[in-house]
């Protein structure tokens, strides 16, 4: 079962149930592969590395240079995936996603807390908390998780990785604010500093109950719902937008169960959809329902 993407000039990778395919981004096939005992449950990569998270076993990782191979003659690469060990120690080896930036920060969600490790183990971050569900590191180190309390969601705010904390910075309740009360918050992704007075971030949230678009200069919003994306319900399951979308410009793309839904952030128009049924503006029709998870390179 498909889990999570993430997407290179080169290549797509994928966490998978039983490990990772690997396929070329222009072909679209696939030419190397991960055989693994763990359920990978996230992955992300960098310039030279691709890290996976596991249900059991921590991070593991790959080594760019280590892959290889054909589509008529897939490379397994099972060889190649090393363990991630931290000397600092880790929450839980139960890792429910990770997530990082292009400098050496890499952060993940455990289930007994949440993590950032600086590449080359120079320094460790950490909190303890249950119900951390998704991630997202910023470039300046400045980082988002969420938290599933059963009665209620956070999204957390923490602004620096350099000391352990037990309070965020800044949280986003459900039933409190903003974010309406029961729902879910499914994925988000963060674009730095587009929010009002080009100093603060922009949040894009994808929630059981719409998609939510908060500037944390000025806590402005927006929710958007089935009646501009596509989809039969506003149930929405991962999220991604461009580089320098804000509230009032850009351009962002929402998944739900059933359909791919790219809208213009500035007049929150629907442009392009993607169903089983609907071929999109690629002249492509989703080949499954059921999207879990979004890249775009």
């Not at 180190?141 to 209620?152: L, S």
């Not at 949280?171 to 992704?189: C, K, R």
Request: glycine share 8%; charged share 15%; with cysteine.
């Amino acid at each position: 079962m498909l889990v999570s993407i993430w997407t290179d000039e080169n290549n797509v990778y994928t966490a998978t149930s039983s490990g990772s395919e690997i396929y070329d981004v222009i072909s679209e096939e696939k030419y190397a592969y991960v055989n693994y005992l763990f359920n990978f449950t996230s992955v992300w990569a960098n310039d030279s590395v691709v890290f996976y998270s596991t249900a059991g076993a921590g991070i593991n990782y790959l080594n760019k240079t280590c892959i290889s191979g054909t589509p008529s003659l897939q490379e397994d690469l099972s060889d190649c995936l090393l363990d991630y060990s931290n000397p600092y120690g880790i929450t839980s080896e139960n890792i429910n996603y990770i997530h990082g930036s292009v400098d050496p920060l890499l952060m993940g969600c455990t289930s007994s807390g949440v993590e950032v490790i600086w590449g080359d183990y120079s320094y460790r971050s950490s909190t303890t908390v249950s119900g951390a569900r998704k991630c997202f590191m910023t470039s300046t180190g400045k980082f988002y998780y969420t938290v599933d309390k059963g009665n209620e969601w956070e999204l957390n705010r923490v602004d620096s990785e350099k000391w352990d904390w037990t309070i965020p910075d800044y949280s986003y309740v459900t039933g409190s604010g903003i974010l309406a009360e029961g729902l879910s918050i499914n994925d988000m992704y963060i674009i730095e500093t587009t929010a009002s007075g080009g100093v603060d971030n922009v949040l894009f949230i994808a929630t059981s109950s719409g998609v939510y678009i908060i500037d944390e200069g000025n806590l402005e919003y927006e929710v958007l719902d089935s009646t501009v994306l596509a989809g039969t319900n506003d149930n929405f399951t991962a999220i991604w937008a461009d580089a320098n979308t804000s509230l009032t410009s850009g351009q962002m793309y929402i998944a739900s169960p059933s359909a791919l839904s790219v809208i213009n952030i500035t007049n929150k128009t629907l442009i392009d959809a993607y169903t089983t049924t609907i071929k999109g503006a690629a002249n492509e029709y989703l080949q499954q329902e059921d999207v879990v998870d979004i890249n775009i390179q």
